[in-house]
């Protein structure tokens, strides 16, 4: 069998197989056992993703593809998979991600009910995303797209026992249905005028569809898969689901899910509107500097510690946006190394934050960052992985967060052009205005007067530790020794060139 299906097949079909455990182990030891043995088999499953994900690498052809086709050979509906150096590059961030939140769930929802419905949905959240990572024709990547969306929403709205999180979750798939709409309207313009669902079809139709049509379809996709990518300002449902959810989706969400929809929009247009590219191009960079400074303006007025991580969530978007743009427009190698770069960063540190703020809280009762003063004194170690995760957001040496802005800033200036430098300028100065949140936030958790929150807390369980453990050395990793993760990031850009016809 194609290791491209068994992929899929793992995440998708072994989530069913999870569900029957967490059932059976229900009946046989109540909640807690149902909760660690769906858990320990959803970990099991995603390494063996992993492992897959692997061998895929491995068996790229001379290339570097591995294909598979799972119908009608010709037919506009058939399953198209292509692997390449972008899909291994955000295949395995979403996979490393997940491991992480997996077993950070094992300790953080250890008192929830109804885990046996947790770790299936979460797999299949794993697996949609997976799938927009190899999907290779429009109507696949829209599935893929769909199935992530009802998943991540149900995941979003798991404690329906209170409000907030229902009502996040409406406003969620409410705003995510309208993305869904112009993604679809746009697809549907593509298969009209070109016949082709195939990305590859689509590219080769659209040399005889005027320019007025592509236009119109370039700007129901942007919109379309900009809603869930986060880009301002298509952000609104953002804060709202990524507070409400728990904190190891919340972790998912900001690190991967909002990236992934972005990698699904930068596919289909990469691959099927590749004539577009420059046009693109000023899209990416007009859209990153205004969601970087409203995310990181907005991020400073908040007093939720959840909140103010999800508007940084937004602003981190921006950079990526930035740096993929400058790498469209100029076809700047640097540009497209540092917006691929920070999103294998954003995805480990902003995972490592929301983990971190997750076991705050649940130790603490509170989100008002007024109320956890001098939290860090009662969970020195989680608090002081926050930290690390918090100056490596704001582009601090020498964490990962600063070595993928550095490539970002300096694609910006080798442009030699004044718009280069005014946006690395921009950027920079972006930078400097996360450090007046997370600086804040810091101090107050180490205050010597302890709140009376933050008197009951205690330091976090050993599996949550474990996975903070985890994403703080990656983080470490990738700041002292980018060429770790960029290892990942050189194939990805150079299918991205290829396309747009090499460097300048």
């Not at 395995?92 to 770790?119: Q, T």
């Not at 970002?408 to 200036?413: D, F, K, L, Q, R």
């Not at 052009?417 to 804040?440: C, D, E, K, R, W």
């Amino acid at each position: 069998m194609n290791p491209l299906l068994i992929l899929l097949a793992i995440p998708l079909l072994g989530s069913m197989a999870v569900y029957l455990l967490g059932r059976i182990a229900r009946r046989l030891g109540g909640e807690a056992a149902a909760g660690w043995t769906a858990g320990s088999a959803s970990i099991v499953l995603i390494l063996w993703a992993g492992w897959t994900l692997w061998r895929i690498r491995s068996g790229f052809g001379a290339d570097g593809l591995m294909l598979a086709n799972a119908g009608a050979t010709g037919s506009p509906f058939s399953i198209l998979l292509k692997a390449d150096g972008l899909s291994i590059f955000m295949g395995g961030v979403i996979l490393a991600l997940s491991l992480a939140a997996a077993v950070f769930s094992l300790g953080y929802m250890s008192e929830d009910s109804g885990l046996d419905k947790y770790y299936p949905v979460l797999l299949l959240m794993i697996g949609s995303m997976l799938g927009l990572t190899v999907a290779s024709d429009a109507f696949n990547l829209f599935i893929f797209f769909e199935l992530m969306s009802v998943s991540s929403f149900v995941l979003v709205a798991f404690r329906k026992y209170s409000w907030e999180p229902i009502e996040a979750g409406f406003k969620y798939i409410i705003l995510s249905a309208v993305g869904s709409f112009l993604l679809l309207l746009g697809i549907m313009l593509a298969f009209m005028y070109t016949g082709h669902l195939s990305l590859q079809g689509i590219a080769a139709g659209l040399a005889s569809v005027p320019q007025e049509p592509k236009l119109v379809m370039l700007a129901l996709i942007i919109a379309g898969l900009g809603v869930k990518s986060a880009i301002v300002p298509l952000h609104t449902w953002l804060p709202d689901a990524h507070s409400a959810a728990p904190s190891g989706i919340s972790a998912l969400l900001s690190g991967v899910v909002i990236q992934t929809s972005l990698f699904a929009m930068f596919r289909i247009l990469l691959q099927g509107f590749t004539p577009l590219h420059l046009i693109v191009g000023q899209v990416f960079m007009l859209f990153g500097i205004l969601t970087m400074t409203a995310g990181n303006i907005t991020a400073i007025r908040q007093s939720d510690i959840k909140r103010m991580l999800a508007y940084s969530s937004v602003a981190q978007m921006g950079y990526i946006l930035l740096g993929l743009g400058i790498g469209l427009y100029y076809r700047s190698e640097i540009g497209l190394n540092g917006g691929l770069f920070h999103i294998m960063t954003h995805a480990f540190m902003k995972g490592l934050a929301f983990m971190c703020a997750g076991a705050i809280i649940h130790a603490a009762g509170t989100r008002e960052i007024s109320d956890l003063r001098g939290i860090g004194w009662r969970m020195p170690i989680t608090v002081g992985l926050f930290g690390l995760a918090g100056l490596s957001l704001a582009g601090v040496p020498p964490f990962s967060g600063f070595m993928s802005k550095l490539l970002i800033y300096e694609a910006g200036i080798k442009t030699g052009l004044t718009v280069g430098y005014m946006l690395s300028g921009i950027a920079v100065l972006n930078s400097i205005i996360s450090l007046g949140y997370y600086l804040p936030a810091l101090s107050a958790m180490f205050a010597k007067d302890v709140s009376p929150g933050a008197h009951k807390a205690h330091e976090a369980s050993v599996p949550i530790l474990i996975a903070l453990g985890s994403l703080a050395l990656i983080t470490i990793l990738l700041g002292v020794w980018p060429e770790a993760g960029l290892r990942l990031v050189y194939p990805a850009v150079k299918v991205i060139l290829d396309s747009v016809g090499g460097v300048s």
